[in-house]
């Protein structure tokens, strides 16, 4: 029997990042040598204190059905952080757990659109939001962020694409796949703009606790007032305390569209798993091994991106700005292409890992065609092993 799927289902695009990471693990199946640079997770594990506190919650019984918007003792937690953090306070009723961060984009997507409503993306950007946006019927619309703007936009470009649909706006900083982040004052110029044409701000901040520069993190909510009533804020603890598998976000926002998100949670997952939830608790309340893990990936990220970002740079027809935050360096490998005789980035990718066994994410798959994805979140001596192919492989083919 062959049944026809829904035109939301094939309307979506197939992840670059999991193609890749598909015919590596072919590779590695058949006894090579493959360096992976795709991962979007840290390399440490979960600390010890924090999967204590599963354990514990799971001899306590704790293993049961929670409230569908999570439990009250972690959306306190959240709460105080966004006190000490941004000096922002919230109530219970304006905090949602949910089943990782991304699951929090999809249901504010899923709570916030009706066919044809126009979601503003800047390019790059992060696979899944254009795919949220057209599961929900919406319509993904896209500005470029240019490069020698550290791929960020401007308050220009937004009002240029703005219309009686627009909806949305998705800010991502620190930014995956660029690394880059916005400042105080391009935020509070793109928040103006927002506000002037009532456009709800989507701010995923979920790399906020990795940046390795003089820059501090600025949620834009903590501008005004005003902002803070028009932003919807997406965070979790999967980067900052390496907890990725254990699948723990939140949004915080607007009391009306934080309750229509956990009407939809109730339908949709139940609730977020609850040992998870007091693992997630821990992570917040324990504040002195908090800020041990946060300091610890912060200066072991850091010295790698140093280290990688210069010998990545050395490379002939390569080149790259070097990011500020996240664990990704997004270089421009288009003349390298050309050089080696590839039309496209994409095929370059493709020989390279089969060449040299170095799987690399195409910029393709973020909306920037002419650039690539490389994690860094793997041992210095993988990340100068893997420099040391993709050059190989430059020099070799030209």
């Not at 939809?264 to 693992?279: D, E, K, L, M, R």
């Not at 140093?306 to 664990?327: N, R």
């Not at 994409?346 to 890992?353: Q, R």
């Amino acid at each position: 029997m062959s049944m026809e799927l829904s035109h939301r289902v094939q309307s979506l695009t197939p992840s670059s990042t999991l193609a890749i990471s598909a015919k590596a693990k072919e590779l590695r199946d058949m006894g090579h040598d493959v360096i992976g640079l795709g991962v979007g997770e840290p390399d440490f594990n979960t600390p010890a204190y924090i999967i204590q506190a599963a354990k514990k919650a799971m001899d306590e019984g704790l293993t049961k059905y929670t409230a569908s918007g999570g439990i009250i003792e972690l959306k306190k937690a959240i709460i105080e952080k966004f006190t000490n953090d941004h000096q922002l306070a919230y109530t219970t009723n304006q905090v949602i757990v949910t089943t990782g961060a991304k699951y929090a984009l999809y249901a504010l997507c899923q709570v916030l659109l009706n066919d044809g409503d126009e979601v503003i993306i800047p390019t790059p950007y992060w696979v899944s939001y254009p795919e949220h946006v057209k599961l929900a019927g919406g319509e993904p619309v896209y500005v470029e962020g240019l490069e020698e703007n550290d791929f960020k936009i401007t308050k220009e470009q937004l009002e240029q694409v703005i219309t009686n649909k627009t909806k949305a706006l998705i800010i991502n900083s620190p930014s995956n796949p660029t690394g880059m982040m916005y400042s105080k004052d391009e935020l509070q110029a793109l928040g103006e703009v927002c506000i002037k044409h009532n456009i709800l701000i989507i701010s995923d901040e979920i790399y906020e606790k990795l940046i390795y520069s003089d820059d501090e993190h600025i949620s834009i909510a903590q501008l005004s007032n005003e902002l803070k009533e028009q932003t919807v804020i997406i965070n979790g603890v999967s980067k900052s305390h390496a907890m990725t598998g254990w699948r723990i976000g939140y949004a915080v926002g607007p009391t009306n569209i934080i309750k229509a998100m956990t009407n939809h949670a109730s339908h949709a997952t139940s609730n977020p798993t609850s040992i998870a939830q007091y693992a997630a608790l821990e992570a917040y309340a324990n504040k002195r091994e908090n800020e041990k893990i946060n300091a610890e990936m912060r200066e072991v990220f850091s010295a790698r991106l140093d280290a990688f970002y210069e010998l990545i740079q050395s490379i002939p027809g390569i080149t790259c700005e070097k990011p500020k935050g996240a664990f990704y360096i997004f270089p421009n490998v288009i003349e390298a292409a050309k050089l080696n005789g590839f039309q496209t980035v994409d095929e370059w990718v493709t020989a390279l890992l089969e060449e040299e066994k170095v799987a690399l994410v195409p910029g393709s798959g973020f909306g920037a065609p002419n650039n690539v994805r490389l994690s860094y979140a793997t041992s210095m001596e993988l990340l100068e092993e893997a420099a040391k192919r993709i050059k190989r492989f430059v020099l070799n083919n030209q």
